[in-house]
C-alpha cells in the first residue's frame, strides 16, 4: 500500500492532479459480504459500512504520508440504487477535483428503497468514467492483464487488446479467494454498459509490479491489456 501511494504521489506532483482513485473490499469487505447469508439486513449493512469505512482510512493515512491530498467519500452516502441502476451525487468529486484535491472512494453496501446492495469499485470506475469523461481509467491488479485462459493454466497468454464484444471468448476460469463481485470477468462485462467512446485507454495491469501504477498514470508504455468498444 505504501509502495503504491508513494507512486500515486509521484504521478500527482509530475504528471496530472487530476485523479480519482477508487478501491475495492479486499480482506475487509468482501469476507464480510461471504458470511451473511442476507447481506441487505441491518447487522449486515452495519458490519459491512464499518469494516469498509476502516479500510478506507488505512488506505487515506498512507495516501496521506506521501503528501496526497487525498478527500475520502463514503460511497454509501454518495450513492443510491433507482430502479436497478446506480446514481453517485457527483457535485462534490468535481468540487474536490476543481481544487487539485484527489476523491477517494471505494466498494461498499448501497442503500435503495428496500434493502441494499454491493456496488462494486469496478462498477464506480466504470459509472465515474461514462459521467465524468476521463481520459483514461486504469485498473490496477494482481495480475500482467487479461488471459485467454485462466491464468493459472501454464498455457495461458495474455491478450494485449481485448474488444469487449469478445468477452464470450475469454475462459476466465473461477475467481481465486474471497470475490463476492466477480472477478475479472464482471470487470469487463460492466464496460459494456459504461464504456464511453470519449475515453482515450482502458487499461488492466500488474499493480504488483514497481512503477507500473506511476508509469499508468503517467501514460508510460506498460505490459497490460487494454480494453477497447
Known sequence: MNRISKEIAHAYRKCTSRII???????FGHYVVEQHDVPHSCNAINQIVLFMRELNMIITDSLSFFGIPVI???????TTIEDSEIHIH?????????????PLLYGDIVLKESGAVIVSGDEISWYLGRQLKPSRILFATTVDGVYDKDPANPDA?????????DLRTVDFGKT????????????????????????KEVLIFNGF?????????CGYDIEGTKVVI
Open 176 to 199: 481465486r479467494g474471497f470475490d463476492v463481485t466477480g472477478g475479472m470477468k464482471t470487470k469487463l462485462s460492466l464496460g459494456l454498459k459504461y464504456l464511453d467512446e470519449g475515453i
Open 157 to 165: 497468454k495474455m491478450i494485449r487488446i481485448i474488444k469487449l464484444s
Open 21 to 27: 482513485i477508487i478501491h475495492g473490499g479486499g480482506s
Open 209 to 217: 509490479r514497481e512503477w507500473s501504477v506511476y508509469k499508468a498514470i
Open 72 to 78: 475520502p467519500f463514503d460511497t454509501h452516502a454518495l
Open 90 to 102: 457527483l457535485k462534490p468529486i468535481v468540487y474536490a477535483l476543481n481544487l487539485n484535491s484527489v
